[in-house]
């Protein structure tokens, strides 16, 4: 996608590659900068931005439910579970990580 969204950029930086860890963060810069230079609708470039579309989804998994600071997106908060919200105990929510 030109231009790319700014949340893209942010994911795929390599600050952001770092924190997580993931993922070589040189492969991931090569591939999105050799991808454009690839015949559109091929299948070699189909294959890499399969691949960029996967570390984007990746990456974004991570900041919404491993703690965020990757991209300026909001991140996960608890869901109170039906029971709770019944109860009025908004505080009795799903854990997601054991802190």
Same mark, same amino acid.
């Not at 770092?18 to 040189?26: E, I, L, M, Q, S």
């Not at 984007?56 to 974004?60: D, G, H, I, M």
């Given at each position: 996608m030109d231009p790319e969204p700014p949340f893209i950029a942010e994911l795929l930086s390599e600050q952001s590659l770092?924190? &997580? +860890?993931?993922? #070589?963060? /040189?492969a991931v810069n090569r591939w999105?900068? #050799?991808f454009r230079k690839m015949r559109a609708g091929s299948l070699p470039r189909l294959s890499v931005e399969a +691949?960029?579309?996967a570390v984007? /989804? &990746?990456?974004?998994w991570h900041h919404l439910f491993m703690g965020g600071g990757l991209a300026d997106?909001?991140?996960?908060? /608890?869901?109170? &579970?039906?029971? /709770?919200?019944?109860a009025g105990a908004a505080s009795a929510a799903i854990p997601l990580v054991k802190n």
């Open positions: 770092h924190r &997580t +860890g993931y993922f #070589d963060v /040189a999105r900068n #050799d +691949g960029l579309a984007v /989804a &990746t990456q974004l997106l909001p991140e996960w908060s /608890a869901v109170p &579970t039906p029971a /709770a919200v019944e």
